[in-house]
């Protein structure tokens, strides 16, 4: 089948499309944009998590179809062409990137609980990013980060 | 700008990773690429009376359907010995054993193939009990028989005696190692039957090796190239993938593609063993330990991986990080049909710590001595004898590490206004969070604590070592090092290790670490918390070989002895500049290789298990809080305290990293992490039921990073990512222990193990 | 189109559907992509009651109706991860009539009807009837859940989840409550502890008679510790648990019990309160 949706503000095509495909699948093999990852494909690991029609959510769950006409935003529509965003910048300074698997998904999600709350507190990170899965960094460094990012993002 | 030893620079690959154009393992393609999948067994242990492949063959869009009789070259394969078939032929020995292999078009192509594929199969019982398979009538899963390995520790009096005994039988579960990036990778053939593989993995060479000798190809004609690699924690030591992707490469000339699903992940590599370790502890009436009895049985599975050095682990320090003269310690690692296990973080350390930890509390109550008091008076410390007889060097900090975490203040009791009362009510600092299982009813909190050990490095005369090519010159203008090992970036931050190195050693600011490949010497695996120390060591090396060419240049040219390299420039011995490296190199390149290999270490002894089997100890103390709703038995963990020795933080950040990393995987087997076996069958091999902490379990952990300064190795650092792994388990346990006042004999501690339904 | 093609899966959230496809586990020879359905994601009032379209999510459930029925959106906020919530349905729950559906006790307790449609007309079944066996309902292939009527909530409710971890996991049980002062009348709905969700009629009627016979409702008074244990027992009793991956049957029931007798307690609270 043959998809036609709006991402990262561009109008994309993905032809050839298998029906079952997720959109996890038509990002990553059919329009280049292998930024959002596969850790597990079930929704429990967010590592795939995206925007659609501006909605945090996990691509993996998504059939491919479902985003005809739609707008998805994914980690690559998040930096400007010479600069990453704050929350992009945070997750480095902070140290809350290791293998980094997991980043793109947590990085989209933070970018919209910033979105909703700019001045999160702990738990409120925490409940936000409960849909995330991190082996490597324990999320200590992942929380200093979001912060980071809010105090960068706050308005002068 | 690469920072210096000492600092936390930024990881040079993490603007890609946060950009999401990091390119792992799993995101690698190329034009014409095929798909691989994999056949697997659909039982723990049958025999293979026919396989046929005609369907799958036919099926639109299929290249190439293989079996064990494709394999070029060896059948079996094996990190320690060689027992596990490429694919199986004969019998299958585990679950989800690989037995065939497609390659076509289309990934969704490949899965409908490998399921037309039909393998006849004479089911056998499987054999799943470790006990039995050590008994003589048991059935020989492979021709040597079940015993992988047995060790022995006989250490001093073996008939000592005390006056106060505790004894106990503990059982840690099957953890998995969870690494996010799937088994993946795309094998790339070449001219004259070469080929090109991309790939994860925690060992670049021994893969190349094991490669070779399957594909029937001299190791030139191998070549591995280390692509982005999502975690690893021990999953990636064995084949997986590998030799599979590899044959139908070559088979079909083209390049092909293989990453599993999660589900796939779960039987596609080893996991940690899980054992039953039966203890037994006497002390003298004022806590003096006298002599541990340890009887370790650790369910290998199928296949044998790196379960012989596991077993000596868990051997080794069965005692834990206390003195005592006296031990008898037997080990054993057997197989069976269950899935196979090898390595995992701690490696052997970890179920050993549960047992040691939980004696250690019981002496405690029957001595009725402070658990901490009692840690600290028979805590070793440098000069200490191992049970295995190797005096320990350099510092052995235990009784600080546990002061440490002692003294650090308790957290605030949580809130939680009491049975019925509504206000106030914070239910995220509830067991059971937001699931509003508590509002505060039957909560308890309780504190534990635990201290472990094991080395860093390879054991047992393992020839541990790793190799670094560093070239200097000139580009644009500015001084350059380029570093190139073959040394696993894993996640730990290695590369960024790599570069710190040689920027302190060449005195560059602009440092390139190279992809690793194949193309240098190999590094040795990034396990055993060795890759700091011993590529570290081997960059060190090569740099300090470089070093030395450009003083020589220093001297000949500018005509002056007293030079060092600082700041991109050769500077006298006061700071000022002499001249730039830029102007001092000019078109000159300087290349130095060189092998870091460490002190030799030594093989146990047979029938007493004394050598001196390893290079060097690290050690760490864990303090866990937690509140356990006593009714439900759900359990919070409210904070973890730690307290470890690194020797000197090459990159403290990053030494932060592991230590909170490492007690969230040591927290996970502790309350929630369990592969569930029954009968051979994994029967929760995804996440919905293989349950990671998430980021509402993780509380926040506090650190304190000592560096005492190892006496010998670079810079005098110490292995730092698996002692967090280690006593962090234990801490919870003994917490939980200390609320519900029930004994927990098992980990993970599910929530029926604390109430009496 | 659902008579068109009966064999069309219709897939909204997709939370439990793409997970069977992505492992394989379904291959369907067509979908239906409810998303497009603007309908299914409207709710409004209707006769006294919420008629909730199926296509809510339940990120939207509680932003929008979580004051109007508390005990649900309680439920929907232990559903999965934010990701999941922004998709996952009460819909996408009773399509799948799971047992372990975080939404079914809550739909239960509160005596919610499921609105089903066909090219034939709509009809409404009850949702004690909705549940038939282990994820089986009572749909005809040609239908599909266009809604939910449930009514705001006429008391206290109260949900809890048992789990091994605070997000993103299967209820090893699971219940709710709903207390209606006006009718004097207790709602249960027991999930993960039987083939299918499940009330609890006789704790009902026990707790109901003791409130009666002591004029409870009317005084406003604790009930008795005694009286509490008995109606987690029958709670418990109403339950028929297996032993699976995620708990042994014991515990499922030890566990109901526990929770029958905090919950009540909690819920009779809010009502003393309320004086």
Redesign the interface.
Same mark, same amino acid.
């Given at each position: 089948m043959r998809i036609a949706c709006t991402v990262n503000g561009r109008p994309r095509v993905a032809e050839d499309v298998w029906? /079952?495909a997720?959109l996890l699948a038509v990002l990553r093999e059919h329009l280049g944009l292998p930024g959002s990852k596969n850790a597990c494909?079930? /929704?429990?690991c967010?590592s795939c998590?995206v925007y659609l029609d501006g909605?945090?959510? $996990?691509a $993996?769950?998504?059939?491919g /179809?479902?985003a005809q006409g739609r707008e998805v935003v994914t980690v690559e529509g998040l930096a400007s062409k010479d600069e990453l965003h704050p929350v992009q910048e945070a997750f480095l300074e902070a140290g809350a990137v290791q293998c980094g698997f997991c980043t793109p998904g947590f990085v989209v999600?933070a970018h919209?609980l910033l979105t909703r709350k700019p001045q999160p507190t702990d738990v409120e990170i925490r409940? &936000?990013l &409960?849909?995330?899965i991190c082996r490597c960094t324990g999320y200590a460094k992942i929380i200093d980060a979001v912060h980071l990012a809010a105090e960068r993002m706050a308005p002068r | 700008m690469t920072g210096r030893v000492g600092e936390s620079p930024r990881r040079a690959d993490g603007p890609g990773k946060v950009r999401g154009d990091f390119t792992y393992s799993s995101d690698l393609t190329i034009e014409g690429m095929l798909w691989g999948a994999t056949v697997r067994s659909p039982h723990p242990y049958a025999r293979i009376v026919a396989i046929d492949t005609a369907e799958a063959r036919a099926m639109p869009g299929v290249v190439a359907v293989l079996t064990h009789e494709d394999v070029p070259g060896q059948q079996l394969y094996g990190l320690e010995i060689q027992d596990q078939p490429v694919l199986a032929f004969d019998l299958v020995r585990y679950w989800g054993e690989a037995v065939a292999l497609v390659a076509a078009d289309h990934p969704e192509r490949a899965?409908r193939a490998a399921q037309t594929v039909r393998v006849t199969y004479e089911v056998l019982e499987p054999l799943t009990d470790p006990e039995v398979a050590l008994t003589e009538a048991a059935p020989r899963l492979h021709p040597a028989g079940n015993v992988t390995r047995h060790v022995r520790i006989r250490h001093g009096d073996q008939s000592a005696r005390a006056d106060v005994v505790v004894s106990g039988e503990y059982e840690i579960g099957m953890q998995d190692q969870a690494p996010l990036g799937p088994e993946s990778g795309l094998a790339i053939p070449g001219a004259a039957g070469s080929v090109d593989l991309h790939l994860a993995t925690q060992w670049l060479h021994v893969d190349r090796d094991q490669l070779a000798g399957i594909l029937a190809l001299e190791p030139e004609k191998v070549k591995l190239t280390l692509a982005g690699v999502g975690g690893a924690f021990g999953a990636r030591e064995d084949l997986s993938m590998q030799a599979h992707a590899c044959m139908l490469a070559l088979r079909t000339g083209r390049p092909v593609k293989m990453s599993y699903?999660r589900?796939e992940s779960f039987v596609g590599h080893v996991h940690r063993h899980p054992g039953k370790l039966r203890y037994e502890h006497g002390a003298t009436r004022d806590g003096r330990l006298v002599y541990v009895k340890a009887r370790v049985v650790l369910d290998g599975g199928a296949y044998a991986s790196s379960s012989t050095a596991v077993i000596a682990n868990a051997c080794c320090f069965a005692l834990g990080p206390y003195e005592c003269p006296n031990a008898t310690v037997d080990g054993w690692v057997v197989y069976t049909n269950n899935p196979p296990c090898g390595a995992m973080r701690g490696f052997g350390s970890v179920q050993n710590c549960y047992a040691h930890e939980a004696q250690m509390d019981k002496l405690a109550a029957a001595l009725e001595m402070d658990p901490v008091e009692l840690r600290m008076r028979n805590a070793m410390k440098t000069g200490s004898r191992l049970i295995t007889g190797q005096v320990v060097e350099g510092p052995a900090p235990v009784a600080e590490l546990l002061d440490r975490v002692k003294s650090f203040p308790l957290p605030v009791q949580g809130r939680g206004s009491g049975?019925?009362? #509504?206000t106030e009510l914070d239910l995220t600092q509830m067991p059971?969070?937001?699931? #509003?299982?508590?509002?505060g009813?039957g909560v308890v909190r309780g504190v534990g604590y635990a201290v472990g050990f094991k080395n860093v490095g390879y054991s047992e005369g393992f020839d541990d070592y790793s190799t670094a090519r560093v070239r200097l010159s000139v580009v644009d203008g500015r001084p350059r090092a380029e570093v190139h090992t073959a040394a696993a970036e894993v996640g730990q931050g290695l590369v960024t290790v790599q570069a710190q190195i040689a920027a302190t050693e060449l005195g560059v600011s602009d440092v390139v670490v190279l992809d690793a490949d194949t193309q240098v010497g190999s590094a040795g695996s990034s396990s055993a918390s060795r890759q700091t120390y011993i590529t570290g060591g081997a960059v060190k090396a090569a740099c300090e070989a470089v070093r030395e060419r450009v003083l020589a240049l220093a001297r000949s040219e500018l005509g002056r002895k007293e030079v060092r390299l600082e700041g991109d420039a050769a500077v006298s011995a006061e700071g000022t500049v002499i001249a730039t490296l830029a102007t001092l190199l000019g078109d000159a390149v300087i290349e130095e290789t060189r092998e870091f290999r460490p002190r030799r270490t030594h093989r146990l002894d047979s029938e007493t298990g004394q050598a001196n089997a390893h290079l060097q100890y690290a050690f760490a103390a864990h303090r866990a809080v937690v509140d356990v709703d006593t009714?439900?038995?759900?359990v919070?963990v409210v904070e973890l305290a730690t307290a470890q020795d690194v020797g000197k933080a090459i990159n403290p950040q990053a030494v932060e990293g592991q230590l909170e990393g490492g007690a969230a995987q040591g927290l996970g087997l502790a309350?929630?992490e369990e592969i569930?076996v029954k009968d051979g069958v994994i029967? #929760?091999a995804?996440f919905?039921?293989y349950?990671l902490?998430?980021?509402?379990?993780m509380p926040p952990v506090r650190m304190d990073i000592l560096e005492l300064g190892d006496p010998i190795s670079p810079y005098g650092l110490k292995g730092v990512g698996e002692p967090p792994t280690i006593s962090s388990g234990p801490a919870i346990v003994a917490a939980i222990r200390a609320a519900t006042g029930r004994p927990i004999n098992r980990v993970p501690v599910?929530?029926?193990d604390l109430?009496d339904? | 189109m659902k008579a068109a093609h009966p064999d069309a899966l219709p897939?909204a959230?997709? %939370?439990d559907? +793409? =997970?069977e496809?992505? @492992?394989?586990r379904h291959?369907p020879a067509? @979908?239906l992509?409810l998303?497009r359905v603007a309908e299914l994601s409207e709710w409004s009032p209707d006769d006294g009651m919420l008629r909730i379209g199926a296509g809510v999510t339940y %990120?939207r459930l509680i932003d929008e109706l979580g004051d109007r029925i508390p005990g649900l959106a309680?439920a929907s906020? %232990?559903v999965?991860?934010?990701?999941?919530r922004?998709?996952g349905t009460v819909g996408g729950n009773l399509g799948s009539a799971s047992p372990a559906g975080d939404a079914h006790p809550a739909l239960l307790a509160s005596r919610a009807i499921v609105e089903l449609a066909s090219v034939g007309g709509t009809r409404r079944v009850p949702v004690h009837e909705f549940f038939v066996g282990p994820k089986r309902n009572a749909m005809r292939k040609d239908e599909l859940i266009a809604a939910f009527l449930v009514e705001p909530a006429q008391g206290p409710q109260? @949900?809890?989840?048992?789990? %091994?971890?605070?997000?993103?996991?299967?209820a090893?049980c699971s219940l709710a409550l709903a207390i209606e002062p006006e009718r004097r009348r207790i709602g249960t709905g027991i999930g993960s502890a039987a083939p299918t969700p499940v009330t609890a009629p006789e704790a009902e009627i026990f707790i109901q008679g003791v409130l009666d016979e002591h004029r409870l409702w009317e005084k406003r008074t604790?009930v008795a510790e005694s009286a509490l244990e008995r109606f987690g027992e029958l709670v418990a009793a109403a339950a028929r648990p297996i032993d699976d =991956?995620?708990?042994?049957a014991?515990?499922r029931?030890?566990?109901l019990s526990? +929770?029958a007798r905090?919950?009540f307690?909690?819920a009779w609270?809010?009502y003393r309160?309320a004086a």
């Open positions: 029906e /079952g997720s494909e079930q /929704g429990e967010g998590s909605r945090l959510v $996990c $993996c769950l998504v059939l /179809g479902q999600a919209d409940e &936000a &409960a849909g995330n | 899965r699903s589900p049975r019925g009362a #509504n059971g969070g937001v699931s #509003n299982t508590t509002h009813e009714e439900l038995g759900l919070k309350v929630m569930q029967r #929760n995804s919905t039921d349950l902490p998430t980021i509402l379990d599910r929530p029926q109430v339904t | 897939i959230g997709g %939370t559907v +793409m =997970v496809i992505n @492992f394989d291959r067509a @979908f992509d998303t %990120t309680m906020r %232990t999965g991860s934010p990701q999941i922004n998709r109260q @949900f809890s989840k048992v789990g %091994t971890r605070n997000a993103m996991v299967i090893v604790p =991956v995620r708990g042994t014991a515990y029931r030890y566990a526990v +929770m905090r919950s307690a909690w609270n809010e309160g």
